[in-house]
């Protein structure tokens, strides 16, 4: 549908939404996202629960769902992704894998590349697995919420993801807490049993802690490590 579209296209489409869908509900948002892009675009999930998915399949019920499969998640989140798979049948699940095995990046840079230099570990195992995938569509959605953090308060509905090159459509950005988990309580909507837990936002396995009550949720991730975003949505 849009492979005649240039960059500059879905440049100027990207801003020209910004202003149109400033005020756009998550519906209104993905209607306009799949009436423009149809199969060219992807909805990014890390696994934490199924909202974004349950919202997509709504306007698309095979839409391409993106998982970044790093090598280091929880049991449970491959367990919430393979739930997800069942649950909604006609989505396609794509694992990115990085190019190198956990086993393969700890020969060339030694174990627990998390530890010691977290930012290459997510460069390798998350950032270019994601350009990669992305290069292959026109549009991709996402789950972030203003609310996730001080650094995405200000995160519009649609954008244009310069560092991707592509159209970036987050349809819950204004949704508060109680607007998320009401829609959870709702829905009957599958969550990652960890948030149960007390992960309240939840990454791999060696960076991610349990929030204590009350904390900033995404106080566990990375915690004593001087880092606060994947760099995913930087
Ligand atoms: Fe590596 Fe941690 Fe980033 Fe996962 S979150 S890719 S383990 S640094």
């Not at 149109?20 to 009436?35: H, M, N, P, S």
């Not at 954008?159 to 709702?186: C, H, M, Q, S």
């Amino acid at each position: 549908m849009t492979a005649a579209r240039t960059t500059e296209d879905l440049k100027a489409l990207a801003e020209q939404a910004s202003e149109q869908l400033a005020d756009a509900t998550a519906e209104q948002a993905l209607r306009w996202a799949v009436d423009q892009f149809g199969d060219d675009l992807i909805v990014a999930s890390n696994m934490q629960d199924a909202v974004l998915i349950d919202l997509a399949t709504k306007v698309k019920s095979d839409v391409d769902v993106l998982f970044l499969e790093t090598g280091y998640h929880f049991a449970e989140t491959l367990g919430t992704r393979d739930a997800v798979a069942t649950v909604y049948p006609d989505i396609r699940i794509i694992n990115a894998s990085a190019e190198q095995t956990v086993a393969e990046q700890d020969a060339e840079y030694g174990p627990k590349l998390h530890d010691r230099d977290p930012n290459q570990c997510c460069f390798l195992r998350k950032v270019v697995p994601l350009r990669k995938t992305l290069a292959n569509y026109s549009c991709w959605v996402t789950g972030v919420r203003r609310v996730d953090a001080p650094t995405r308060a200000n995160t519009p509905i649609v954008t244009w993801d310069d560092r991707n090159g592509l159209v970036k459509v987050n349809p819950i950005a204004a949704w508060t807490d109680d607007e998320f988990n009401g829609y959870i309580d709702e829905h009957g909507i599958l969550q990652n049993p960890l948030v149960g837990e007390g992960y309240l936002s939840i990454g791999c396995a060696p960076c991610t802690a349990k929030v204590a009550p009350g904390a900033d949720p995404r106080s566990g991730r990375w915690a004593g490590k001087s880092k606060t975003e994947c760099g995913l949505h930087a």
